[in-house]
Structure formats: C-alpha cells, structure tokens
C-alpha cells in the first residue's frame, strides 16, 4: 500500500482497484489521484477538510461520501472522531483515512487470502465492505460507552461527587457529538440503497440494506445511552438534596434533644439568693430526672418521624 | 414439533406448513431449514443474531419479519426481551424463537383442535395468528408494569427513599428499552398491511389492521407509562425537599424557642458583684414569668406562620 | 328505543333509521344487529371491547368509527372515558355507548319535534350530528378542568401542600388519558371529512369541517392545559424551596443575634477568682450595652441584607 | 360606518365595497348582512361565536377568514384577545370586529383621503390591507411583551421574590394563548397566497407573501419569548436556592465560631471545687487568649473556603 | 465603491456587474438603484428594513435573498447581527449591507487582483461567492463563542457565582437568538441549489451545494451549543446545592459535637446544694474525660459517614 504511483498506473487497466490512503498530509497524493480520476475541485477541499459532516455527494461518474471513523480512548473516557472519505467509480474504490487506524485490516485480510465473498462480487461490493467494516465498528466503541455508563451508574450510588457529576456531563456532551456522526449516516446509506446510482447493483444493495439497519440501530443505541446519562444527572441532584437531607436530621436531632436540656441545666445556674429549688435535698436528682424524661420523649418522637 | 427432517420431507407437497424453532442454539437445523427454502445468507445470520431492532424485508418470494417477544420478570421487575423471527413463502410458514417459550401454545391447541378460522384460511391468515399471539403478549406485559407503576406510586407516597427513585429509575430505562421494540412494529405491520406483498391476501389485510391498531395501542401505553413515571421523578425531588423542610422547621421552631430563653438564664448566671435582679425576692419567679412570655409569644408567632 | 326486534324488522323499508343501543351488557342484540347488517366479526368484537383508542374503518358499504365519550366526575375529580361506536350504512346510523349517558338526547328531542335541519337532510347528516353532539360534550369535561386547574392554582398561591401535589399530579395523569382520547379525533373527522366514502355527501363534508375545527381546538386546550399544569409543578418546587429559605432566615436570624449573646454572658459566668470586671462597680449595665449594641448591629445588618 | 342599511343598498352597484361591523351585539344586522350575502349558517355562527381559532375557509364565491386581533393592557400586563372576521367575496369585503378597536382607522383615513394604492388596486388588495393591518398590530403588542420581559429579568436580578415569580408564570400562560392564536396564522395567509382562490389575483400574492414572512416572524419572537421565559423560571429557582446558601453561610459562619467558644467559657463556669484553673492568676487571661485563637483560626479557615 | 451614481450608468453594458451599498442611510442612493433595476416596492422596503428574518424571494427576472451578517464582540461577548441584502439579476448581483462591515474584503481582493475562478465564471457565481463569504464568517463567530462556553464551563468549576449563571443565560439568549438567523438559511440555500431560477446555472449549483452543506454544519454547531449550555445551567444548580450541602456539614459537624459537650458543662454550672460530683477530688478531670470520650466518639461517626 505504501508506492501510490505504482496504483495509478494500472488506473485503466480492468479489473476491481482499491486505493487506500491512510494520512491526510500526504497532500501531493490525494492531489495526484484527484487529477488522475478527474475530481471536482469541491471533493479534493473535502478529502482534506475533516471538520465536515458525513454526507453523500453523486457526481454521476463517482459517489462520494464522507463517514466518521470513530474509536475510544479508554484512557480519557473520551471518543476520537476522524474523517474517511470513500469514493467510488466504475471500476476502482478510493479511501481516504485522517490517520493510521487499522479498521480496514480483517478486509484487506479477506483480499489477500482469497476468502468470502469479496473476490467474487464487483467493485460496488467491496464499497460496501468498506462501508461496513466503518459502521460494525461503531458498536465496539458504543459497547465501550455502555460498560462507562454502567460504570458512572454504580459510582453514582455508591459514592456521588462533583467528579462523578463531571464525568456524566462530559460523556453526555460526547454522546451529542457521536450522535452528530452518526444520525447523518442514514440518510447516506438509504441514499445509496434506494439505488439511485447505476454504480450499485442491485445484489448490493441487499448488503447495503442491512448496513442501513445497522445504522439506525446505532442511532437508536446512542438515542438510548442519552436518555439513560439525562436520568443519571436527575438522580445526582436528588442524591445530593437527599444527602442535604439526611445531614439536617443528624443536626436537628441533635439540636432538639440538647437545646431544651442546656436551657435546663443554665436555669439552675442562674445566682439569684432565693431560688427554693437549689436547696432542696433533691433537687439535683430531680432536673436529671425531668432531663432524661425530655431525652427520651425527643427520641420516641423522632423515631416515630423515622427520623433514627 | 421435535422432529425437524421429518417436516421438511414435506416441503414440496401441497397444504399449509408451520415449522416452529424453539431455540436457537439449534444452529445446523436453522441451516439447514434455510438452504431448502433458499433464503439469502443475510436472512440466516438475521435469524441467528438475537440483537436486532424489529424489522420487516420482503424478498419477492418470501417475507421476512423480526419480532420482539416480551415477558415481565416478577422477581426483578424487569421486562425481558427475546427475539422471533417470522419467515412467510408460498405455502409455509417459519418462526424462530430465541427461547421456549409458550406463547403459542394457544394457537397450537386451536390448529389441533380444528377450532376456530385458523384452518379454513390460507398460510397468510396463520402468519397473521403468530403476529397476533406476540402482540397480544405484550398487554399482558404491559398490564404487569402498569401495577408495578400503581405499586411505586403509592409508596412514594406513603415512605419515599433512595431505594424508591432506584426501582423507578430501574423502570424507566426498562420502559426505554421496551418502547425501542414496539415502535417499530407500526411500521412492520403497517407495511404488511398495505399489501404490497403478494403473499398476503385482501381478506388478511383486515385482520392486519386489527393488529396494527393494538400495535399502535401498545405504544401509545408505553407513551403513557413514561410520562406518569417522569412525574414520578419530579414528585420525589419535590418530596425529598418537602422533606427537608419540615426538618427544617422543627430544628427552627425549637433553637427559636430555646435559643433567646437560654440567653436570659445565661444573664442570671454572671457573677457580677453588683446586680441588683440577684438579690430582689421577686427576682426569679420574674425571670419565670418573662421567659414563659417571650416562649408563649413564640409559640403563637409559629402558629400563624403554620409551622406548628 | 327499548324494543330492538321491532326495530329491526323496518330494515329494508326506504327512509332514515338510527339505532341506539345503550349498554354493552346486551350482547345478544348487538349480535343480532351484527348479523343482520353484515358486520364483520371483528367490528363486533371491537364494538364489545371498549379498551379501544379512537378508530375510522372504512368496510365500502359501511364506515365504522370509535369515539370516546367524556364525562366529569365533580366529587373524584375525574375525567371518565366511556367507548361510543358508530356506524353510517347506506340508510342507517347505528350507535353503541357503553353506558346509558345522556349525550344524545337533545338530539333525539329535536328529532322528535322535528326542529332543525336534522329532519330534511339525509343519513349522513345524522351521522354528523352524532358525533357534533360526542365532541361538543368535550368542551364541557374542558371547562369543568379548566375551572380545576384554576382552584389548583390559587391553592397553589395561598396553601401549598403534599396533597395540592398530588392533586396536580392526578389531574396531570388524567389530561395524558384525555389527550389519548381526542387526538386521534382529528384524523378520523379529517378522513371522513376529506370525503372518500361515498356514503358522505359533500354537503355534509361542510358540517364535519366544523366539527373538524372543534376537535382541533380540544386537542389545542388539553395542549394548553397540560402545559399550565407543567408550570404548576414548577411553582410548587419552587414554592417549596422558597419556603425551605423563609424557615432558614428565622433561625439564622434568632441564632445569630443571640448564640454571641449567649457566650458574652456565659464569659462572666466563669468562675475564676481573678477577674477584674466582675468586681467593677459598672461592670453588669456595662455587659447590657454591649449586648444591646450587637444586637442593634445585627438588626441593621440583617435589615439591610432584607431579611427582616 | 352607522348607517348599514343604507351600504347594503349599494350590494349589486359595481365598485369595491367593504362594510365594517364592529360589536358583535348587533346580531340582527349581522344576520341580515349574511342573508343578503348568501352566506352558510355555520358561518354566521362562526362569526357570532368568538372562542374559535384562526381559520380559513373558500366558499367557492367567497373566502370567509378569523384572525385574532391582540392588544395589550398595560395595566394588567395582559394580552387581550379579540375576533376578526373577514369574507372576501367578487366585490366586497366584510369586517366584523368583536369590539370598537382603532386597528383600522389609519386604513380607513387612507381609503378617505384617497392616498396609497388602496384605491387603485382591487377588493382583494383591500381585504390583504386588512390582514396586514391586524398583523401589524401584533408586533406592537409583542414589542411590550418584549418590554415587560427585561423588566422583570431585571427585577428578578436585583429583588426575585414570589411575587416576580407570580408575574412570571402569568407571562408565560399568557404567551401560549398568544402563540395559539398566531401559530395557525402562517397556514391561513400561506393558503391565501398560494392562490387557491381565484378571487386573489397574483398582484395581491406578493403582497400575502409579505404578511406570510411578518407572520412567520410573530411567531418566531413568540417562541423566543417563550424560552426565555422558561429561562426566567430556572434563574429564578437557582437564585432562591442561591439565596438558601448564603443565609446557610452566615448561620455557619456565627455558629461556628460561637459555639465552641461558648462550650470554653462554659467549662469555666463549672463550680467543681477541685479546678486548679480557676485559681491560677492568669487563668482568665489565658482563656481569652484562647478564645481569640479559635476565634482567629475560624475566621481564616472561613475566608479560605470563600464563606467571607 | 463611493461613486455609486457612476456605476449606475454602466447599466446596460455588458459583462457582470456588482453593486455594493454599506450603511442603509443613504435611502436615496438605495431608492435610485431600485427605480433603475425596476425592483418591486415590497422589496425596497425590506432592503431598508432591518429586522426581516432571513429569506428568499424569486422575481423572475431577479432573486432576492436576505441573510444575516454575523460578528462577535469579544468585550461584551454578544454576538451582533446585521442584515444583509443580496439581488442576483440577469448580469448584475447588488449587495446591500447593513453597516460597514469588512466581510466582502477579501472577495473583493480576489476580483482585483484577477485570482481564482472568480472572474472566469459568471454572475450567478459570484452571487455563490457572496454568500459563502458571509456563511463562511459564521464559523469564525462560532469559533468565538465555542472558545467563550470552555472558558465559562471552566470557571463553572473553579468559581461558581451567581455572575458565572448570568453569564451562562446571556449567552443562552444571545444563541437563541443565532439559531434564528442560521435556520432559515437551509431552506433559503437549498432553494437556490435545487435550481429553480433559470438565472443560475448547474455549474454553480455544486458551490451551493458546498454552502449548503457549511449551513447545515453552523445549524447543527449551534444546537450542540444550546444543549451543552443548558447542561451547564443544570451543573450550576447541582453545584450550588452541593455548596449547600458542604456548609451543612461544617454547620452540622462543629454543632453536634459541641452542643453535647456544652450541655455537659452547663449540668457542673448548677448551684443546687446537694452536688456530691462537685465535690468529688477527681470530678473536674473525670469531666474531662467524659466529653473527650464523647468528642471522640462523635469524630469517628462523621469519619465513617464520610464527612469529613
């Protein structure tokens, strides 16, 4: 894969050609095979360009479309987006990577060794193989958000923080982005389905059909995972309002038993000369006993509120 | 219903066929039933692939439908999700579950029987009786967490705690996860209706749309559930705040209380040398006296207030 | 209208018939109408099971519709949902309410004294007034809410509480029940407005366009009233919250005038033998300035903070 | 504009006419107005009954129209809500107005003074010169909306209080009968403009289009409102909670300091005979060096938590 | 650009001409090219008229659109609107700008200087070129306020004021109000592209195509924006209450371990005759010991509820 000059010179020849450029500074490159196949000025912008949306473009003699590679890093917590751009014409296939992933390796596998349908089928085939192997790996990334949501879910009972707090926000505005990637994916795909191009057969299109609902099952997936992240952060706010909760029961427990007893005991403080009580003989006895009366009035009462 | 090759010998021959997988894990069976009814390699790992979002392919000769058959846990409260795959030919009708499980056993004891339409009408009409047996089942799912809901209801009135806002939290992401396999089904069985099969006859159409208004109905419950539990959630928080408020107001009304009254015996405690109230003869039962005012005063300040 | 069998016998006779049947405990007659009409079974069965949402079937010489019929009931609070089935044949209007309620009886009044157009238009006409008659009772279950959402709104105001709660909560329940209800209402009008059935005529399409708009404008009001309830929920939250920092400031304020009272008294409460001030001739008037110039300082403090 | 009678004479004269009913007491003038015009019964109901929503309707020989005419009472700080209706038919134009408003006076004075191209152009030029003059209008009253919106998002800045909470709750009820009654606007003109009717000429559609856009945009800044207001009600909850802190700070703050000292000085009061302390010379020195410590030490660890 | 009257006069030459008016106060300048190029007097009435929604609007002979011109001011952090006008005719575009903005530079640049394809392309292209400059000025807008919510959503962290939440709802406004100039866009580019106005050409169809997309894009950034920002409203709420929550607990820490003990002391204070403890020889010390114990006991219970 690495001599490209090499590639286009079999450009007319017949036969199924597939280039893949994997690394967008090769600018030169993705300049030469754009001339060679005749590109619109539009696409070679595009190619280059990785902040666009995944879009379906048709120039009658090639399709083109842009996808998002998508790949979590289990470091951050966070999902990397690249750009692939995919063309294809009538005998050849082009893609184009942002970076070096290795997303297309169990297919180039399947060339080489001859394997599976792919050697047998035509040029539109391998286009959806493409195509395929982009979307099937949604699912090892969105299974990796699962198992992260999960995660924060148990944390979120266990031991709520503002860090946990932090990780749902974050993985929530993450979620917004993977969606941004992938709900345009239908509309590309049904696009291609609905054969409106006569560069796809009609026998691909069966493939690419169940591509498709791979794709909604993806959008729904990422549909559900936003729900669930939008219920954790309800559930933060009453843990911590249950938690404001239950440390103004220790504190008002504590407060009501012993406030009335400190008034108690400061009364038979005070210093005036004629206070009958402080000479009786029980006296003392007497206040603890009207205390410990008080204390465990206050108990039964706040054990009846389940307040203990 | 056991032995498979047995059923299969009578592919050809003229009548309604039912062949009923229970169990996936019969792999070679599924094949082989397959490579006698020439379905498309898609079509099998469809069937054999349990994670599907229901869906409906129609492939000219033969309709291909995946189902969700539902059932409620009562031990864990939880809905559990299985999948069926329903292939309709000519002449025979195919379903695959993932498990056994006996929502047919009615409609079996009916063809057995001899009872009811079932056996005067064509292969369409018993393609619609399976729909209908799966359909139907959901009710009674969905009747089951109706009183859940009812069950949570009441006690997050009578005695609300994080364990309540878990198991609602709990139904909620169930309900998601079930609305996710019924709503799909308006579409399936919409598009079943419209008739743009062949193999599905005027006079099943009817009974189609019977189906397609529970289906409907279904989601409609579902929609339903959902909002009554989202205001679940927003009655806890308000609860839990509640909550604290009359926490608030007990450990407000008693330090109210108790805090200036304690200040006043406070004063008579200072050893001061000179303080005339010490020696009057009159001196305490004053201090009595004011301090019975100023807690009466409290008293009916927090009774207009409505505290007490 | 008690004598059914009579009825029946006047079926092929020309003119206009109505029958109506009140009560679904008569299954009997309602088979037998069924059969003489040519029903299919399942119009009777759903006719029978009154667990429906608001259906238009189009059977060519029939259209059958399901409508809900709305009452209020004043002591609970609730809206009641009862089942109405009607049935526009060439020369016939069938009706079936699930109970004896008294919505079409200043219809039949004017039926009888012969009033109104109802005398001189034709079968379609009637059909019409039927259902003008089921819709026009909404606005009246609307106006009783209305007036509840309005009570609830006050309370709100001047005595928030649990049970104000929870009532705002049922009637936001029971809107989601009347919503189901009526919104279906649009596109069955709307269908048998737009005039596919032959057995509608264009002059009566005029008059379902009314009755159109009136559905469209309940659907509008329940949007309108499910909205204000939202609201309501909000303010009771809010209300709560405000309530929590009504309590809050009246602790704070008793406590923080009179906990630094309580420890200046306290200081000259110590009992140690060298403390000068205890013997000055000012020292006790000199306390009280002291502890009247904080607490003027914290009524100021607090004043200007608006919490008194 | 008193006389009617006397226009009604002109009925079958050539030229534009347009008659102006305002006061919908006059049921009888109404009614002959209809009946020399020809129009439905549902009609003159519609027009007599003011509770009905936007509205389009083409009679073939005429357009019959309801729009909403809006004014706002500052006083209250309410919207009120009136009913225009307006037919359009081969040479004239109807108004009815629910009450004496001014909206069509400087219409009326351009028609009189003979000014504009009200006079040269067609009946249905006038008929859009009414809609544009009712659509107009709205933007006043939004504008004051707009105005009442700052001042209470300034209010709830500088004093929130229940009572801004109140007036913002009845903003937000009012806005969503406002919205109810332009939402159904768009579809009105845009019907008209299209041009359905071949009593709108093309010449007049440039000018409907230009009512549409103004219509398009009430109800833009309606919706703008609307979530700013829902903006309002989340700053006014967090500020109250805001609020809740800050009386939770200074509550902490006193009591925090204050409590332990006043534990220090009650140590001190203990009348035990064996205290050593008590004797010392520099014992009460010594304890107020202490308290000052604490005291010092709290005050630090609070302006380092940012509590002063 | 000043001498406009000069250009005027190239009118009915050949070749592609462009106007360009900045700053609507020359009224007349606008009323003169308008007279010349026999614009409709709706139009010239929305070129002065600064407060339109963006739109399009198909003459026939000349398309009128109206797009917002955007610019952010970093000291207010506002972003600021402005309207612009743009006429694409037979040979001639016009550009009528609100103020004097510097958006076209580096168009004009291009023109000059003879670069690009520019020059070699025809009218309706440089119309495309118009717009991407002021679609492409979105981004550098959008950059702006991406960069301002990272830094708001920092000091969220470090420093949540009530300043921090003013800002975070200006900001909230201030998109709501960006969504409405950047929607409309779609439908107005979209138009354009689908090629309905024979003034522009295929060729120039795939350039709008380009922009259409760069609106989808801006339409789509700016919705991730509003939704991370009104999740930070949501972390600012849950922050406060957490503030909340940590004062609770030094409140509720520092009280419940000292009310206890001063309650202790408070009993040794008592002057009742009969104490035998304070007679006692190790009383004092035996005092001690118990409120350590006690202090002790209470240290160990907030350390195992994690409080501190």
Chains 1, 2, 3, 4, 5 share one sequence.
Do not use: C
């Not at 692939?84 to 942002?98: K, Q, R």
């Not at 003989?281 to 307040?307: A, D, E, N, Q």
């Amino acid at each position: 894969m690495e001599n490209i000059d090499e590639y286009l010179l079999y450009k007319d020849k017949p036969g199924v050609k597939w280039i893949n450029v994997e690394g967008l500074h090769q600018v030169e490159v993705i300049a030469k095979i754009g001339e060679i196949y005749g590109f619109h000025p539009l696409v070679q912008e595009d190619i280059l360009n990785t902040g666009h949306r995944p879009k379906l473009e048709d120039y009658g003699n090639f399709v083109y479309i842009i996808l998002k590679v998508l790949s979590f890093d289990r470091k951050t917590g966070k999902v990397i987006t690249e750009q692939a751009s995919l063309v294809l014409g009538p005998n050849y296939v082009l893609s184009f990577l942002e970076n070096d992933v290795d997303i297309f390796d169990p297919l180039k596998e399947r060339i080489r060794s001859g394997l599976g349908r792919i050697r047998r089928m035509g040029v539109d085939y391998l286009f959806y193989a493409l195509i395929d192997a982009i979307v099937d790996n949604y699912f090892i990334v969105l299974e990796n958000l699962g198992e992260r949501i999960e995660f924060l879910e148990e944390r979120l009972v266990t031991n709520p923080s503002p860090v946990t707090l932090n990780s749902i926000h974050r993985l929530k505005t993450g979620m917004l982005f993977l969606a941004k990637s992938v709900w345009p994916l239908r509309e590309i795909i049904g696009g291609l389905e609905r054969g409106d191009s006569p560069l796809i057969k009609e026998s691909t299109g069966i493939y690419l059909r169940d591509v498709y609902d791979h794709a909604i099952q993806a959008s729904d997936t990422i549909e559900t995972y936003r729900d669930m992240i939008t219920g954790m952060l309800d559930i933060y706010l009453s843990s911590i309002n249950n938690r404001i909760g239950e440390v103004m029961k220790v504190l008002t427990v504590i407060a009501t038993i012993f406030i009335p007893l400190t008034f108690i005991v400061g009364i038979y403080g005070m210093n005036f000369e004629y206070m009958p009580e402080l000479k009786w003989r029980w006296g003392y006895p007497m206040v603890w006993l009207i205390m410990i009366t008080v204390g465990v009035f206050m108990g039964v009462y706040f054990r009846k509120r389940k307040w203990l």
